[in-house]
Every structure is written in C-alpha cells, then in structure tokens.
C-alpha cells in the first residue's frame, strides 16, 4: 500500500459581486472533503444569519489595523470602506497537512498573494451579462438602488482584471459552471509535479 506525502494547493477565486462565487464555493466544498476555504478577518458588519468565525471572523477597525501591523496578514485589501485579510498563519497550516485552501478575495488581494506564492492558481467568475447580475444584485433584497448602481460600476472595474487569471468561468447554468470549477482542481491535483510529490512510495516500487 502506497503512503502519500501530500501538500495542499492554494487557489483564489475572485468575482465580481454577485457572480454567484460564494454559492459556487460553498457547493464545491459540499462535494470535495479535501477543500477547505480561508474564513477572513473584516471590519464590515454581520449579514443575517453569518457566524463569527465561520463565515468571517467580525473584528473592528484597530483589531484589524494591529493585526496589519504586526504582519499577521497573507493579503490584505480595503473594498467597500471596510477591510478584508487572510491569515498568513492558518493558510500555511492547512497547506502542510495537504489540504487546497481557496482564497475567495478580490483581485487586490489576488496581486498580494501572487507576490508571496507564485504558485497560487487564480479562477475568475463572471455572470453571463450585465443584466443578469444587475437582477441578481436586486433580487438579493438587501441593497437600495443607490448602492445596486455602486456595484454595479464596481462589478465593470472587478471584471477588467479578468486577464491576470488562470482560469475563467461564466456561472450562466450554476451547475454546469459548479462542474467547471470542480474540474480545475482536478486537474491540478493530476499534475506530474503534484502526484510525483504525493505518490513517491508508489512511484518508488514500480520503479525500484
């Protein structure tokens, strides 16, 4: 029996704000035990029904600037007048015990995490049209219109940046794009450099 040596992956998938990325993820981890997904520190206030520390961990202004500071942060980025960050410390961690980590930040961050880890594969969502994610904004019921438009004209300068991924889904059929995303993990877990680290008692026998 073969004993695997593994390393988790780290990915970023960015959208634009109502593209449907967070209920993309969220179904891909359903179906994938060895994804897991970076939960961020922000300074923006709860939605209904989020959980500190499972959805963000809620922290204030200073706690968040301190945590800048002190070079807690593996990225870090001002959207909406509030912050975002992930930790340095919890990513590393997960890497090591072989789990892909997706990092669902904008592409801000995206630039910041390249930086570090030049190995990171990024995915971008986009909706099928203009019209598709305005209505999505608005049968969201939560925004006025007043800030549909903001995201909306935020949405036009997210997408711009398109080109500095590896890979781009269009979520037109949710599960037609939630199989597309599934896809470039495996793919990326059946790469040579991958299974070569992974399966080196395997590989070792049948060559030995």
């Known amino acids: 029996m073969s004993v695997s040596t593994k390393t988790g992956q780290l990915y970023v998938v960015s959208a634009p704000s109502g593209a449907g990325k967070t209920s993309l993820v969220s179904k891909l981890l359903q179906q994938d035990p060895n994804i897991s997904v970076s939960v961020s520190h922000t300074t923006r206030n709860p939605r209904p029904g989020e959980i500190d520390g499972t959805n963000y961990n809620f922290v204030s202004v200073s706690e968040f600037e301190k945590l800048i500071d002190d070079g807690d942060f593996l990225e870090h980025a001002k959207v909406f007048s509030n912050y975002y960050g992930t930790s340095q410390k919890w990513v590393d ?85 939630l199989s597309e995303l599934a896809s470039v993990f495996v793919c990326q877990r059946l790469r040579q450099t991958r299974q070569a680290n992974s399966q080196r008692a395997l590989l070792s026998g049948l060559l030995s």
């Open 93 to 177: 961690e997960q890497l090591r015990q072989g789990i892909d980590i997706i990092l669902e930040i904008d592409w801000q961050g995206a630039q910041q995490v390249r930086r570090r880890h030049p190995d990171v594969i990024s995915i971008f969502i986009l909706p099928p049209s203009r019209e598709a994610l305005r209505e999505r904004l608005s049968n969201r019921g939560q925004d006025s219109e007043t800030v549909i438009d903001d995201r909306m004209a935020e949405a036009r300068s997210e997408s711009s940046h398109y080109p500095e991924y590896d890979y781009l889904v269009i979520n037109d059929s949710f599960e037609e794009a």
